[in-house]
């Protein structure tokens, strides 16, 4: 069932009808939809908003760390309806042991770079990726450094005084 701020959203109300389980939340502010997804529930809900509901264009994905906090990680998807010229947020919470999410390339394949950044930059697995590997950092990068709790400097190795 919708919260009070979503009660009136059509969006919401349509993913709701489709699925009623797929909406763990959101909210509405200054204008803009945030909706709390069902981790398990992602791609579907993608693809039922981009074959159902006219979200053709995948803006970007990206991650939050609540460090120290459980759940740790919040992935991002940015949405927008060109032709409804709406956009949409979905968010999908993820445990800080193992944070992985199903991969929506199958839904937009402009996916593929979005979900690699988030990967290597926050450590963030997304399950089916066709080549999931870094794609900012070096390939013998250890750690990943827009987590909270990567260390300012940078870990050293090799280094001694002398």
Same mark, same amino acid.
């Given at each position: 069932?919708?919260?009070?701020?979503?009660?009136?959203?059509?969006?919401?109300?349509?993913?709701?009808?489709?699925?009623?389980?797929?909406?763990?939340?959101?909210?509405?502010?200054?204008?803009?939809?945030?909706?709390?997804?069902?981790?398990?529930?992602?791609?579907?809900?993608?693809?039922?908003?981009?074959?159902?509901?006219?979200?053709? %264009?995948?803006? @970007?994905?990206?991650?939050?760390? &609540?460090?120290?906090?459980?759940?740790?990680? $919040?992935?991002?998807? +940015?949405?927008?309806?060109?032709?409804?010229?709406?956009?949409?947020?979905?968010?999908?919470?993820?445990?800080?042991?193992?944070?992985?999410?199903?991969?929506?390339?199958?839904?937009?394949?402009?996916?593929?770079?979005?979900?690699?950044?988030?990967?290597?930059?926050?450590?963030? %697995?997304?399950? @089916?990726?066709?080549?999931?590997? &870094?794609?900012?950092?070096?390939?013998?990068? $250890?750690?990943?450094? +827009?987590?909270?709790?990567?260390?300012?400097?940078?870990?050293?190795?090799?280094?001694?005084?002398?």
């Amino acid at each position: 069932m919708l919260n009070e701020a979503l009660a009136d959203v059509a969006i919401a109300q349509a993913i709701e009808a489709w699925d009623l389980t797929a909406i763990m939340g959101g909210s509405v502010e200054h204008g803009e939809i945030r909706l709390w997804i069902e981790p398990g529930r992602i791609v579907d809900v993608c693809r039922f908003l981009h074959e159902e509901q006219g979200f053709e %264009r995948l803006s @970007g994905i990206s991650a939050i760390d &609540r460090y120290p906090l459980e759940p740790r990680f $919040e992935a991002i998807y +940015l949405l927008h309806s060109i032709s409804r010229n709406q956009r949409l947020t979905l968010k999908v919470a993820l445990p800080g042991a193992d944070p992985a999410v199903a991969s929506v390339t199958g839904v937009w394949p402009g996916a593929n770079w979005y979900e690699r950044e988030t990967f290597d930059l926050f450590g963030i %697995r997304f399950d @089916g990726h066709p080549d999931l590997k &870094r794609i900012m950092m070096p390939e013998n990068w $250890e750690g990943h450094p +827009l987590r909270r709790d990567f260390p300012v400097d940078g870990y050293k190795y090799g280094y001694q005084d002398q």
